[in-house]
């Protein structure tokens, strides 16, 4: 289970880095997608810990990473990586685009890639995927 979702999570990944390499590809088209698929990720490994619920499917990221780093403080390491895809969010809100990164969504397919590949990791040394 865990292995398809990380196939499945890696070729939507691999669509929004070759949107990001056309200069014309906004913030605002590829943030939520890589959002999801992030939360999408934490939902999986939840439902993998036993005694963990995941939140309601309208939860926001942050809410869902809370869920997950209960009991297992390692998750902290990606705490900053789901509030910087917030604060993206909260920037494009805001109409605060100058608050933002240069090439902001190159930025937040990167971060949403770093967060794949630190739960891959993981559950490549966990013993949870084979490589």
Known sequence: MLAAVFRELDAELARLEARVGDEAVGLAEVLEPAIGLVARLLRAWIALEDGKTAPPAEADVLEVWRSLVKGDPRWNAIRDNCRELVFYRNCLASGR?????????????????HVWLYARTRALREGRLAE
Do not use: E, I, K, N
């Not at 685009?97 to 890639?113: C, I």
């Open 97 to 113: 685009s100058d608050a933002l990164p240069a090439v902001p969504q190159r930025m937040a397919v990167r971060t949403a890639r």
